[in-house]
């Protein structure tokens, strides 16, 4: 059974500082792997989405790399701001009973101090 | 273009209670999904649909029920309230495969506490 994890579950970083956060999953056999951020109260908001064929994707401050093989997923933030606050979730799409879904991470809560 | 759009934002119910929760997109997605959000446990699949006058079972869907009567709107049906329901739900949509990368647009969310 696929599982998904972050570590840390929350995070508190100066301003300016650049940052990993960690998403790793059980199982190899991923199509594709997303990253979101969720503001408190809010829905979940895509960052990056990487395919399996893929190593990276980047967007402004933002790289997400992908290594299947070790389970692991890293999402890199440049330059971190207080804006950037907020709880960022890994997913991962699978096969499974006849069609494809996503399996979530719990999220690491990150707070940027200024 | 208003994306995913969740009605209500908030509510509370008796046990028991029945209610609706409606969700449209207006980016002529084919699948949607409902998710339910709770502390430490990340996003768990309720119910999805494949297309119009589709549903199917995911994670969770005991105690849910779904109709997906037209392309835009999904809606997800409580028929009698349990505490156990007390959670934050999410709908999503995406394109069809043929179409795009699979990346999933998400609604703000319902806030919904079973007493």
């Known amino acids: 059974k696929q599982e998904v994890t972050q570590i840390p579950a929350a995070l508190s970083v100066p301003e300016g500082e650049n940052l990993v956060l960690n998403c790793s999953f059980t199982?190899?056999?991923?199509?594709?792997l997303q990253w979101f951020r969720q503001d408190p109260g809010k829905g979940l908001t895509s960052l990056l989405l990487i395919q399996s064929s893929q190593r990276e994707q980047t967007s402004g401050r933002l790289n997400a790399s992908l290594d299947k093989s070790s389970g692991r997923s890293t999402l890199y933030i440049a330059a971190s701001q207080p804006g950037d606050s907020a709880t960022y979730l890994c997913a991962v799409r699978v096969r499974g009973s006849g069609t494809y879904k996503y399996i979530f991470g719990t999220g690491t809560r990150l707070k940027v101090l200024a | 273009n208003a994306g995913v759009t969740q009605t209500p934002k908030f509510r509370v119910l008796k046990t028991g209670q029945s209610m609706t929760l409606l969700c449209a997109q207006d980016m002529n997605h084919e699948y949607m999904y409902w998710y339910r959000q709770d502390p430490g446990m990340g996003l768990r699949l309720i119910h999805y649909?494949?297309?119009?006058?589709?549903?199917a079972k995911g994670e969770v869907p005991d105690g849910y029920n779904v109709s997906r009567l037209k392309k835009q709107n999904f809606l997800l049906g409580l028929e009698s309230a349990a505490p156990s329901q007390t959670s934050v739900y999410f709908c999503?949509?995406?394109?069809?495969?043929?179409?795009?990368?699979?990346?999933?647009?998400f609604g703000p969310g319902t806030r919904l506490t079973v007493t």
């Open positions: 649909s494949v297309g119009e006058g589709t549903t």
């Open positions: 999503a949509s995406r394109k069809d495969f043929g179409q795009a990368t699979y990346e999933q647009y």
């Open positions: 199982d190899s056999a991923i199509y594709n």
